[in-house]
């Protein structure tokens, strides 16, 4: 098993040594040349969903991402990555992958709040530890989508597919628990 980190920006250092801690081995995608590795699953980071989206287009790794995505192959993103999967953001215009049926609300958590936090239960895993950064939340969720972990009422992570999406940053923390459940989404898409 092989999984692809976006490597453009944000947190994706974190991704690969917990990826590491879970002897799975990972390859960084920085360039179209890097898509000629064989990837079972991605990993889309955390950091800035516009700069993101932005080089994604000027390296031309969009489309080609997109076509992984939409032709069902494992990813999963975390906060920006959230954002770069939704197929609405309610308080911006620009949209992403659009991929996923979510509606997600950026940088939701307002000045005051902009990180914090939390331990709540992630996927009938038992409670967990999760970090949120400036992060989104998801206002609702349609189609297949499931949803997986709920802060302060607020839907945290969803899954819908192949797509795993969570609001905060798992790999910034101790628990494996996400990865090793993204980790078995990879492996049960590879049967
Ligand atoms: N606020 C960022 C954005 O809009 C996301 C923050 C993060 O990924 N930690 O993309």
Avoid: W
Avoid at 106 to 129: C, D, H, T, V, W
Avoid at 130 to 153: C, D, H, K, N
Avoid at 168 to 183: D, G, K, W
């Amino acid at each position: 098993m092989q999984i692809g980190v976006l490597a453009l920006q944000g947190a994706f250092i974190e991704h690969e040594q917990m990826l590491a801690r879970l002897g799975v081995s990972c390859f960084e995608i920085r360039q179209l040349a890097d898509l000629e590795n064989s990837l079972d699953g991605l990993i889309i980071p955390g950091g800035e969903s516009t700069v993101q989206g932005k080089l994604l287009r000027e390296l031309g790794l969009f489309e080609p991402l997109k076509q992984l995505i939409d032709g069902g192959l494992p990813v999963f993103g975390t906060c920006a990555g959230l954002l770069l999967l939704a197929a609405k953001i309610e308080n911006d215009d620009r949209l992403y992958f659009a991929s996923m049926n979510i509606s997600a609300v950026r940088n939701a958590y307002g000045r005051q709040l902009g990180s914090f936090f939390a331990e709540a239960e992630f996927a009938g895993e038992g409670k967990i530890p999760m970090t949120f950064i400036r992060a989104p939340y998801i206002a609702s969720t349609f189609g297949e989508t499931e949803v997986l972990a709920t802060v302060e009422g607020k839907t945290v992570a969803a899954r819908e597919g192949n797509m795993l999406v969570t609001a905060f940053h798992p790999e910034l923390n101790e628990s494996t628990a996400v990865h090793r459940y993204f980790i078995e989404m990879v492996r049960r898409a590879a049967r």
